[in-house]
C-alpha cells in the first residue's frame, strides 16, 4: 500500500529513455528494451568480441550482451549505472543475459566471476564498483563463485571514457596484479567489465590471472562498442 502510494507521488521512470515505467515494467520500459540493440555473440562462438583478443591473448570464451552506440540506448543506461548509482540496471541486464549464457558456461565448466576492479581510491570516490551487482547477479544465476578480492589495481587512473585511444592503453599492462593460493590453481575464471573498447583493460586483467597455474580465462561483457 504505501509502496504504491510512493510510486504515485514519485513514479519511477526508465534508466533508458527517462519515460514514466508502468506497474509491468522494471528498470527499463518496454519500448526502449525492444529497440535495444543485442549483439547475439553467444550465437557464435568465434563472435567479434572473441575476435578482439586475437594474437594478444589467450581466451576461451568471449562476449557482449549489447552494442554499445554514443547517444544510444545503452550509452545512457551505463552512464546511469557507472556515475547515478543505478546499480539495479546491472541486475537486470544480468539476469536477461543468463538466459543466453546458461549452455555456454555450462559447457566451459567455468568457476569463478571476476569483476574488473577499481583502484580503492577511484572506489572511495564513486561508493561502488559497476559492475558488481551485473557480476553477482551471473554468478548466482550461472551458480558460480563471486570472487572480487583475488584480482586488483595498483595503479590510479583517471575515467578511461575521457582519455582517447592511446590514453587508454598506454602503461595498462602494469595497472593490475593477483593474490591467490595454490586453491586458485587451475581454475577457469570469466572475467567482466561494462564496455569492451579497446579491450586493453581486459588483456591486462587477463595476463595478470593468467599468472595463476593452470588459469583458463574468458570474459563476460554487458556491452561491446561499435563504431
Keep these: 500500500m504505501f509502496k504504491s502510494i510512493l510510486n504515485l507521488f514519485f513514479p519511477k521512470s526508465c534508466s533508458a529513455c527517462d519515460a514514466i515505467l508502468l506497474a509491468n515494467e522494471k528498470v527499463i520500459c518496454s519500448i526502449c528494451r525492444h529497440h535495444i540493440p543485442l549483439t547475439n555473440h553467444h550465437l557464435l562462438t568465434e563472435n567479434e568480441a572473441f575476435k578482439k583478443f586475437y594474437g594478444r591473448i589467450s581466451v576461451e570464451?568471449?562476449?557482449?550482451?549489447?552494442?554499445?552506440?554514443?547517444?544510444?540506448?545503452?550509452?545512457?543506461?551505463?552512464?546511469?549505472?557507472?556515475?547515478?548509482?543505478?546499480?539495479?540496471?546491472?541486475?537486470?541486464?544480468?539476469?536477461?543475459?543468463?538466459?543466453?549464457?546458461k549452455e555456454t558456461i555450462s559447457s566451459l565448466k567455468a568457476d569463478e566471476i571476476i569483476p574488473v576492479p577499481l583502484h580503492p581510491k577511484?572506489?572511495?570516490?564513486?561508493?561502488?564498483?559497476?559492475?558488481?551487482?551485473?557480476?553477482?547477479?551471473?554468478?548466482?544465476?550461472?551458480?558460480?563463485?563471486?570472487?572480487?578480492?583475488?584480482?586488483?589495481?595498483?595503479?590510479?587512473?583517471?575515467?578511461q571514457s575521457k582519455k582517447n585511444l592511446l590514453g587508454r592503453t598506454e602503461g595498462?599492462?602494469?595497472?593490475?596484479?593477483?593474490?591467490?593460493?595454490?586453491?586458485?590453481?587451475?581454475?577457469h575464471f570469466v572475467i567482466i567489465d561494462d564496455v569492451i573498447t579497446t579491450g586493453a583493460t581486459l588483456e591486462?586483467?587477463?595476463?595478470?590471472?593468467?599468472?595463476?597455474?593452470?588459469?583458463k580465462i574468458s570474459i563476460i561483457c554487458m556491452a561491446m562498442a561499435q563504431s
Design 172 to 187: 595498462i599492462e602494469t595497472v593490475f596484479d593477483v593474490h591467490f593460493s595454490e586453491k586458485d590453481h587451475n581454475k
Design 122 to 159: 577511484k572506489f572511495r570516490e564513486r561508493g561502488y564498483n559497476q559492475v558488481t551487482t551485473f557480476g553477482k547477479s551471473l554468478a548466482e544465476k550461472l551458480e558460480l563463485n563471486y570472487n572480487e578480492t583475488i584480482l586488483f589495481r595498483k595503479v590510479y587512473s583517471k575515467t
Design 204 to 215: 591486462a586483467c587477463g595476463r595478470a590471472l593468467l599468472k595463476i597455474p593452470g588459469a
Design 61 to 101: 570464451y568471449a562476449s557482449a550482451f549489447l552494442y554499445f552506440h554514443k547517444k544510444g540506448i545503452v550509452q545512457k543506461l551505463i552512464h546511469n549505472l557507472k556515475y547515478k548509482g543505478h546499480e539495479e540496471i546491472g541486475t537486470l541486464l544480468g539476469e536477461w543475459y543468463t538466459e543466453d549464457l
